[in-house]
């Protein structure tokens, strides 16, 4: 539940008072992000993630926007 809160507000951008109740309390689950972060789980968690791309998926944005 934290952390789908967490990704949450990193996902919508709201500021963290902005959490749905169903989360719960928004210091609590701002306290444990503050936890992570200085314990440098973060920094784990993405370096995990990004070890090795496969390429199995990508998107390319080719948006062509004109002015006249």
């Given at each position: 539940m934290m952390l789908n809160?967490?990704?949450?507000?990193?996902?919508?951008?709201?500021p963290w008072r902005d959490l749905p109740e169903h989360y719960g309390s928004w210091k609590t689950?701002?306290?444990r992000f503050r936890r992570w972060q200085i314990a440098g789980i973060w920094d784990e968690i993405l370096k995990h993630v990004s070890v090795s791309p496969d390429f199995e998926h990508i998107m390319i944005d080719a948006t062509i926007v004109r002015v006249h």
């Open positions: 809160a967490m990704l949450w507000v990193a996902r919508s951008g709201a689950v701002y306290t």
